[in-house]
């Protein structure tokens, strides 16, 4: 309950304040009432800067994990400098690391399974967002994919890697198998379906918000022209959301490009540069993941954190790039 | 009407039909594998469930038998860790964002909660592994609840900070203009107003990390022993599964899909969870 | 205003003063710090980790101390004894001359017991035990044979029908000790094997594919049709995988059984135990055997470390070479000769704390 900020005086209470008691009294009461004030604004003051710090813990701990990489890479950066991202070989034996290797399986990994998985999310994500979209207690059954898609997209990476260990790399060795390639099963291939298959579910939510963003008006202008619900889609919603779905094109990759587990179960690690998908390979992540509790030599321990700022910093842009576009386009 | 036009119309319309039934189709082919996923990770762990699978420990190598007991407790105490640790920063941070709409030092901040959201789980280990394994010379399970704390901050700040702003003006200088202090004024009738999305902000993000393992490799280490101590290592599900299902052993491969399956149960109800929590105590304005 | 300036300040740098933590090792506290001293914690190899899964829970059971042991790989053994984020190591591999320099005290490789790296395959429908000469498996190893029915491969084993598949090579993808030994006796059969690849924890391996730990090599390998590689005795026999026989420097094709490692391990070892036994002279030895070593700090006493901790310790592998030894044969591991065991004790006898052995201390 507030307390009452102003005490009642009548004017005669007032007039008699020659009386020194009541004289006194008042004064005690307003004391009281200015300690009470005071006490809630220190109050207030202290919680203002309770919610600063919070905050500020946010910003320093971005700024610190940012300077940990960049300070942990720098003896590797002393040591090999700008050769170290054309560097094809990878040996910590002799102390000569080479990202090449990694930057190429990150990079054809991400790109094969984005490649793979755009037909497959953006037919869930004009499915969800055009045909049956959300609120309109149309379709049970549209509500159930929803939900199952919703479900998927949060599928631990490690699971999906050990199904992937299981059924997807058997699968692939004896396509491996009729085409006369070793049929190791894992490789960049394997690792691409697998990110593909993971992509699918997040691309499709984020589509499916950006397909619903579409104003009626819009989609309901063309109607009334006469136009059929696949010429709306094409010709007014597609168009529309074009920079929408392209961000969402991006942050599909930044996902891709920064999933550990998935990969490192499938894509054989193997650092050497990939000859073609069926070889084994590395990323960039899959590499810190499997070398770096045992990088014993400061250098090796330096170049694999290097190879984490690298995927910290391309990761993170293309994030923000995404993010950036899609603000603007919500807008 | 022109007989062209009517034969062009329903041209027209034979192919919006038939693109209706090529995205259904696409639709029902895409889900095909992701379900099966679901279905075959539920097949094979309901075969590992039984009772001495959640209470005992793991065997020796090659020993049939055994359980994940130590696992599952780890589990919990390090997403609960976890958890503890990221409340009142995310929470307070949500509340200083939501507080501050405009403004430089709120500007950078929500930029930060933009980087973090994409930070991949591996650097988040890099880092935890330099800031408290090396100088306190263990891996503990602190360090790992450190490491999934900071990838559960930006999914609670951005779901915490979407509703707190919804808290309309008027509600908020009704308040101040009745003589409630400010920070009660926050604690005692935003934050209840926008209970449903704090909440599920909160869950979500548990429901985010309770599956990353790159995080826990070089933080938790494992455990063969049920530990209680979070200085120490300390095993989980996540782990388990990963080291089991690259071992050759059949009897780990078992464990390892319960050990899945209990995850995707998790995952499932805290999401169920969400759901009721934003359905039930929604505030609407 | 003000006291929130210096707070951020305050976080800021100590956010940077550990982001520069990372370049330094020697602030690190031991792993004994705030931990109970009924749990010894210990990493590294792969290649003993059944053995010693097993013979930690016996004693467990018969003495309450608990030891949890992570099988990382020596690499990581090595690493984390370094960083003293762990009581012992673990590795196959002796530390080199940088990574006791980078130790900064002296390290004791106690010898536990001797294994077998044994070459594995998988031939669907050939269950006949294989034959190896040297020059065979290193031309494998670098790229030159391809095919199972190369004629190289089909004329030390006339009588098997080989079949047309690729050979899946497979190898170690971590800091292995195992791959220490292989390409240590390949780096002795293979001139070209040692000017081009040499012989290490981790390799630049010319082909094939990595698998996590022998837990990952022995899974890949089961599971692939014509697979290959190399793995410690006790995974291929766990998992009913055939393995193959190898020519030693006297011309016998030997099996790798308990009987032909200790063959070739029953040497008198130095006094600090640091020895390779691969390509053994001894005519029933095999030839791709080696020990592996519990690595552990002369001078217990750093960070915060006990002198209890200390002697739970040195009472552990007291145990582990004494009478955990009756559990080699089980699990496929050749247990210490006498020799073997006596260095070990030397080696056991020498471990100080605060300069005074620990083992006259303790009750044994």
């Known amino acids: ?331 | 009407m022109h007989l062209n036009s009517i034969k062009h119309l329903r041209r027209r319309q034979l192919i919006s039909a038939s693109i209706r039934g090529t995205v259904l189709f696409f639709t029902v082919l895409t889900l095909l594998p992701l379900v099966y996923i679901l279905i075959y990770i539920i097949k094979q762990g309901i075969g590992a469930i039984n009772w001495s699978f959640f209470t005992q420990l793991p065997r020796p190598v090659g020993e049939t038998g055994g359980g994940i007991a130590n696992a599952l407790v780890g589990s919990l105490i390090i997403v609960g860790l976890a958890t503890l640790l990221a409340i009142p920063i995310g929470i307070f941070s949500a509340l200083y964002l939501s507080e501050h709409p405009q403004g430089r030092l709120a500007g950078m901040i929500r930029f930060c909660v933009e980087v973090l959201t994409g930070i991949p789980s591996i650097v988040v280990g890099i880092v935890a592994y330099d800031w408290l394994v090396k100088p306190m010379g263990s891996f503990s399970a602190f360090s790992g609840s450190v490491a999934l704390s900071i990838m559960m901050l930006p999914i609670m700040i951005r779901s915490a900070e979407e509703t707190l702003k919804r808290f309309p003006t008027h509600l908020r200088e009704a308040s101040l203009a009745l003589g409630v202090p400010y920070y009660k004024t926050i604690l005692q009738v935003l934050l209840p107003c926008s209970l449903s999305g704090v909440l599920s902000g909160i869950i979500l993000s548990v429901a985010r990390i309770v599956g990353e393992t790159a995080p826990l490799l070089f933080t938790a280490f494992g455990n063969p022993y049920l530990s209680f101590h979070i200085f120490h290592p300390m095993h989980s599900l996540p782990l388990l599964i990963y080291n089991y299902a690259i071992s050759p052993y059949d009897s780990w491969h078992q464990l390892a899909w319960g050990a899945a399956l209990v995850l995707l149960c998790w995952i499932l109800l805290l999401n169920i969870l969400t759901r009721m929590i934003i359905r039930k105590w929604s505030v609407r304005y | 205003m003000k006291k929130t300036n210096l707070i951020s300040l305050a976080i800021a740098s100590m956010a940077l003063l550990a982001s520069c933590g990372g370049g330094q090792q020697q602030q690190s506290q031991s792993a004994a710090s705030s931990q109970d001293n009924k749990t010894l914690l210990g990493a590294g190899s792969t290649f003993v980790y059944p053995f010693y899964s097993k013979v930690f829970n016996v004693y467990t059971q018969q003495t309450g101390i608990k030891v949890n042991y992570q099988s990382i790989g020596s690499g990581g053994g090595i690493l984390q004894l370094i960083n003293k984020t762990v009581d012992f190591g673990d590795s196959d591999a002796p530390l080199t001359d940088d990574q006791e320099k980078q130790a900064g005290a002296p390290v004791v490789h106690i010898p536990i017991c001797a294994g077998a790296v044994v070459l594995t395959y998988n031939l669907p429908g050939i269950q006949d035990t294989l034959m190896f000469t040297p020059d065979v498996l290193a031309n494998i190893y670098l790229g030159k044979i391809t095919r199972w029915n190369d004629p190289a491969i089909q004329a030390i084993n006339s009588k098997v029908k080989l079949p047309n598949l690729p050979i899946a090579v497979v190898h170690r993808s971590d800091g292995s000790g195992t791959t220490n030994i292989f390409t240590n006796y390949l780096s002795k059969i293979s001139p070209e094997w040692k000017s081009r690849v040499g012989a290490s924890t981790s390799v630049n391996w010319p082909v094939g594919l990595g698998g996590k730990g022998n837990e990952g090599v022995s899974g890949l390998i089961r599971q692939t049709p014509g697979g290959f590689g190399y793995v410690e005795l006790a995974y291929a026999i766990q998992n009913q995988m055939p393995v193959a026989k190898v020519r030693n420097v006297s011309g016998n094709f030997i099996a790798p059984t308990i009987a032909s490692t200790q063959a070739a391990s029953n040497i008198q070892l130095p006094a600090d135990a640091k020895v390779f036994v691969t390509n053994t002279s001894a005519p029933d030895g095999y030839p791709i055997s080696g020990f592996t070593w519990a690595i552990l700090y002369r001078e217990q006493h750093y960070g915060d470390r006990s002198l209890d901790r200390a002697k739970e310790l040195v009472k552990l592998f007291w145990w582990v070479t004494h009478n955990a030894q009756s559990y080699c044969a089980d699990l496929h591991y050749a247990p210490l000769s006498a020799a073997a065991q006596a260095t070990a004790e030397n080696l056991l006898k020498t471990i100080t704390f605060d300069g005074k052995p620990v083992l006259e201390t303790s009750a044994q």
């Open chain 1, 1 to 331: 309950m507030p307390e009452p900020l102003l005490t009642h005086t009548s004017d005669k209470q007032l007039s008699s304040a020659s009386s020194s008691a009541e004289a006194s009294r008042s004064d005690s009461r307003s004391r009281r009432l200015a300690s009470r004030i005071s006490h809630a604004e220190r109050k207030d003051q202290l919680f203002r800067q309770a919610l600063l710090i919070a905050g500020l813990i946010v910003l320093c701990l971005v700024i610190a994990i940012f300077l940990t990489l960049i300070v942990g890479s720098i003896p590797s950066f002393r040591a090999t400098g700008i050769h170290f991202f054309w560097g094809k070989v990878w040996d910590p034996v002799t102390e000569v690391f080479g990202a090449l290797p990694f930057l190429a399986g990150t990079l054809l990994t991400s790109f094969l399974a984005l490649f793979i998985s755009l037909p497959f999310s953006l037919s869930i994500a004009i499915f969800l967002g055009e045909y049956f979209p959300p609120g309109k207690g149309k379709n049970y059954i549209a509500g159930v994919i929803r939900e199952a898609v919703e479900l998927i997209a949060g599928i631990p990476s490690v699971i999906y890697g050990f199904w992937g260990l299981f059924v997807l790399v058997p699968l692939v060795r004896q396509l491996e198998m009729k085409w006369n390639v070793l049929p190791y099963g894992v490789g960049i291939l394997t690792a691409s379906l697998i990110l593909a298959l993971m992509i699918i579910p997040y691309a499709a939510s984020l589509g499916r918000e950006i397909i619903n963003m579409v104003p009626a008006e819009l989609k309901e202008a063309a109607y009334s022209l006469g136009a059929t619900r696949w010429e709306v889609i094409r010709h007014v919603v597609l168009p529309y959301a074009r920079t929408g779905i392209f961000a969402g094109i991006l942050l599909s990759l930044g996902r891709a490009l920064g999933e550990t587990m998935a990969v490192t179960m499938v894509i054989g690690n193997t650092s050497v540069l990939p000859k073609n998908i069926f070889s084994p390979g590395n990323t960039l992540a899959s590499v810190i993941a499997n070398e770096f509790t045992e990088a014993a030599s400061k250098v090796y321990l330096s170049a694999l954190i290097e190879l984490g700022l690298v995927l910290f910093l391309v990761t993170t842009i293309i994030h923000l790039i995404g993010k950036r576009i899609i603000k603007q386009f919500s807008t």
